[in-house]
């Protein structure tokens, strides 16, 4: 019986979570789960696993503190995941990863921790999946040549150029994916693919020039990765967050779901493109901001997380989202933080140069 702390239970990730556990009931038990301030749906789901209810900010933290797990799934929003990861992996517990956040701001710190407690970080973002079960086999790691990172273009793909008259609700109406707020706007300005290429980076060890994107609409490739020797591998299932979630949960197994497979004579034809990086700047952003020095990758997360929030309530623009992040970037410094707090001060002071953004 695999021992499991859920933290952000009663999200999209959390919730696709919770419907994994109650399929192999015999398989995981929740110990633990926590949320910000969904009380009423967090207790519900307490009594349901008989776990202990942790919420607010320091909630996530003392879930994995207070409790002794085999696995944390870490699916909260931006950076409140650092400090559980650090203290599960200082614990020797592994960590299933859904908030990308963490290793865009902090992913020095956190690949070292998880190379001191010798565990890997299993992903859960999809395309990550993907290439971590493409990598499954002895030495296949060693002959990488490329990533290939798909996205599915969200829903401005073919959308008039000028999107500053987009509103909230069209960039909350992802076509393919049914996801949390923050992480559809990501995806609209496709800031999330480029958040994707540095999680890429810190947990597979290629540098930016081998880690590519590529457009796939119908979002059934989830990633692929090239070998040296001209192969190359992908993953293929339909869109639904469950089948990555429960790999990451029985990482090196798999186990039966009662999904319907595949049926790729219905889904007749896969169309891929090249990404236009004219349409969506965050990504030659993201890229660029990877070279540039790990302080910026932290300012690049926070800003982000403020510029989507600034825009939700209507104060900014959806094309100033992408602009207030660069100018933030651009005015932080270039070095690397060396501690958490240190990580933490750069957030803040980022933050606070989002909000006063005009
Ligand atoms: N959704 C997807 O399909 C998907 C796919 C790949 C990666 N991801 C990543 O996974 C993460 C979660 O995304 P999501 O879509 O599931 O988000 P979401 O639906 O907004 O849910 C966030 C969850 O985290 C909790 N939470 C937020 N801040 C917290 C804090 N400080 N302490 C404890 N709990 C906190 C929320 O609690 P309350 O309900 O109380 O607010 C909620 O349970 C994000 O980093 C996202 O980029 C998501």
């Excluded at 633990?32 to 909630?59: I, P």
């Excluded at 039966?256 to 965050?282: H, I, N, Y």
């Excluded at 926070?302 to 510029?307: G, K, L, S």
Aim: charged residues 25%.
């Amino acid at each position: 019986m695999k021992r499991i702390i859920l933290l952000g239970a009663t999200g999209s990730i959390g919730r696709s979570a919770c419907d994994v556990v109650r399929a192999h009931p015999e398989r995981f038990k929740v110990v633990a789960l926590a949320v910000r301030e969904n009380l009423a749906a967090a207790a519900l789901l307490g009594r349901e696993f008989g776990a202990k209810v942790y919420s607010g900010e320091t909630g996530a933290v003392r879930a994995v503190e207070e409790n002794d797990a085999d696995l944390v799934l870490v699916a909260t929003v931006g950076l409140s995941g650092l400090s559980p990861t650090l203290t599960a992996l200082g614990k020797g517990m592994t960590v299933a990863l859904a908030t990308k956040e963490v290793l865009v701001a902090a992913g020095e710190l956190v690949t070292a921790a998880a190379s001191a407690a010798g565990r890997p970080i299993i992903p859960v973002d999809s395309e990550h999946s993907a290439i971590f079960q493409c990598l499954q086999g002895p030495d296949a790691a060693r002959s990488v040549s490329r990533l290939i990172l798909t996205a599915s273009g969200g829903p401005f793909l073919d959308a008039p150029l000028d999107l500053d008259g987009v509103t909230p609700e069209q960039a909350l109406n992802h076509p393919r994916w049914n996801m949390g707020p923050k992480v559809t706007i990501d995806s609209a300005t496709m800031m999330n693919k480029g958040f994707e290429i540095i999680e890429a980076f810190w947990l597979f060890g290629l540098p930016v020039e081998r880690i590519d994107v590529v457009v796939h609409p119908e979002s059934i490739v989830h990633s692929l990765v090239e070998f040296s020797d001209g192969a190359t591998l992908a993953q293929l299932a339909p869109p639904d967050m469950r089948v990555p979630i429960q790999y990451a949960f029985t990482w090196p197994e798999r186990l039966p779901a009662a999904r319907a497979p595949l049926d790729l004579v219905a889904l007749g034809a896969l169309t891929f493109r090249a990404p236009d990086e004219t349409r969506f700047p965050a990504l030659r952003l993201a890229k660029e901001t990877l070279r540039a020095g790990r302080a910026k990758l932290v300012a690049l997360s926070a800003a982000d997380e403020i510029a989507v929030g600034r825009f939700r309530r209507g104060e900014i623009r959806f094309g100033d989202i992408v602009r207030l992040v660069a100018d933030v970037v651009e005015r932080t410094e270039s070095r690397a933080p060396v501690s958490v707090e240190d990580v933490l001060a750069l957030d803040r002071e980022a933050r606070a140069r989002a909000a006063a953004w005009r």
